[in-house]
């Protein structure tokens, strides 16, 4: 950081860096800036797939771990990121308490919570000035993991904390959801609609106003879609091509709290995951299959949505679906 202080660097600084790129194409070598923003701007899937990126730096390592995530590869991104953290040469383009943070994110949304736990406490170490998003970070990491009553009261902490800010309770909502508190969920998310009074910026209230819509109407869909199977053994929607998505969405959403509470680690757990998830894209493939058949253009589109979702949950947490399911619908759909 002290290299380029003092220097007139534009307000904002994109994420990940400590240089804005005029300043990157500026100070480093060309080509490692060119490589960088062909990696981020440019190069294809196979492209990127090519690269020899062994002996690269840190600086080329984030913007893979950047393309990476684009292309949801979640895997990929992991072990750039991984490599990045275990650098023993820092880059000074780079802000590595940042990259740090989205290695946890990823670390977090993937199981690995211990792991994810591990890189929180070294970003508070090496940047004091992310201890609330660290406490934020660890709250959801402790939900997620199990340690439920433990998370929640570090979340009411960090509301305490920031009483004027809806994210905090919105971060809450998110991680119970995902572990099935759909109930509770609900209760965070009204919370944060009372706080967004306090929100002065019209930008900043508008993304936490569509972001409250956003989770209100997850929850309550997911919390009726399991009540349903309860009460009736089906989701109780008329025959059709509605109800076998909403069954499906069903399966889905309770596959999602299983792999979070149990991310599958052993070869017989992940085989048994991907027995679950592969039979449940299939099936959506068939529903698929059937609403073309029926030229019913919107159950098309709905369950090429579904196959995506259970497609994003098996690469998320690791889970390599057979080819005959492996997301998008098949040639000449």
Known sequence: MSEHQGEDLPEEVPIGY???????????????????????????EEDLDGLDLSRASDYVLWAAAQ??????????????LKRIAASASPHPALSYPDILLRLEELLKGRGDYDEALAVLARVEQEDPALKDACREERASVLV??????????????????????????????WALLQRGRYEEALSWVGRAEEVLRWVEDPEEAQKAREEIAKLRKESAARLERRRRLVDSGSPGAPPGLGSAREEMLARLDAEEVRLVERPPRDPMALSRATERLAALHQQASRAWDDAVEAGDEEAIAAFDDLMGEIASLAERFGIELPDATSGAPAPGR
């Not at 240089?19 to 060309?30: A, C, G, I, N, S």
């Not at 995530?69 to 990929?76: A, H, S, T, V």
């Not at 997620?144 to 919105?170: K, N, Q, T, Y």
């Open 18 to 44: 400590a240089w804005d790129f005029e300043t990157q194409q500026r100070r480093l070598p060309k080509e490692e800036y060119d490589l960088h923003r062909a990696i981020l701007d440019d190069l294809e």
């Open 67 to 80: 393309a990476f995530e684009d292309l949801e590869r979640g895997g990929d991104a992991v072990a750039c």
């Open 144 to 173: 997620l993991s199990g340690r439920i009553e433990e998370g929640v009261r570090h979340f009411e902490a960090a509301a305490r904390a920031a009483p004027e800010d809806p994210w905090v309770l919105l971060i809450a909502a």
